[in-house]
């Protein structure tokens, strides 16, 4: 079964055996791959039927009904978590993906591997702020599109701003791709924003020379 770059990426930062929570399952693609490849034990878990009935098709066409739980939850409200349970939620806004880490089961974790599609500065704070600390962070370039993957683990740590908008630990790589990209568009953004909006420019500038900082280093 092949897997996207941007799944493949999630998988990989998923140590054999371990039990997974797959929020938002999609179509099941990660956890068939991680129960046939790395023996992990997977629940696949969404808010819509519809998605959960694909996911089964999925499941049942790779003989793994019996070893792939799928769970109609919102978020981990229905979720019974396993010891050192790793919870994957990927493909999501930022704002949702926060929501569902409210639910007090996090602190049983032994990862959260999060892939968000917005306001990534937003969400390092605030999940380093609930006791975790960044363990991995990826960039996947996939039709043209750029996915920045994390992985947390429990620890108690506290970001910069400039940290929570570049990334700390692709700061440490010298992701030039990544920050080039940012540039290009952050750029864009200051370009179209009116001049009285004289805060936003100010913000926008501010993230504009970070970002050429780490460019000329």
């Known amino acids: 079964m092949q897997l996207s770059k941007r799944l493949k990426t999630i998988a990989a930062m998923i140590p054999k055996n371990m039990p997974v929570v797959d929020i938002g399952c999609d179509h099941a693609l990660l956890d068939i791959y991680l129960t046939q490849k790395k023996t992990n034990i997977c629940t696949a878990s969404d808010v819509k039927i519809s998605v959960l009935t694909h996911a089964?098709?999925?499941?049942?066409?790779?003989?793994?009904?019996?070893?792939?739980?799928?769970?109609?939850?919102?978020?981990?409200?229905a979720i019974q978590l396993l010891p050192n349970s790793i919870v994957v939620i990927a493909g999501m806004g930022t704002s949702t993906i926060l929501s569902i880490l409210e639910n007090k089961k996090i602190d049983s974790c032994s990862y959260l591997i999060i892939q968000t599609n917005n306001e990534w500065d937003r969400l390092r704070k605030e999940i380093s702020l609930k006791g975790f600390s960044l363990d991995q962070e990826k960039v996947v370039i996939e039709h043209g599109k750029y996915y920045v993957i994390m992985r947390w683990k429990k620890g108690m740590?506290?970001?910069?701003?400039?940290?929570?908008f570049l990334g700390p630990l692709l700061m440490k790589e010298k992701n030039d791709l990544y920050f080039s990209y940012l540039f290009h568009r952050y750029q864009s953004i200051y370009q179209k924003i009116p001049f009285h909006k004289w805060k936003k420019r100010h913000y926008i500038a501010k993230r504009i020379k970070w970002i050429q900082k780490e460019l000329k280093k």
Do not use: F, M, P, W
């Not at 089964?56 to 409200?77: F, P, Q, T």
């Not at 740590?157 to 929570?164: F, G, H, S, W």
């Open 56 to 77: 089964y098709r999925n499941i049942k066409k790779y003989h793994l009904e019996d070893k792939i739980a799928i769970v109609k939850s919102n978020g981990l409200e």
């Open 157 to 164: 740590v506290r970001y910069t701003a400039k940290q929570c």
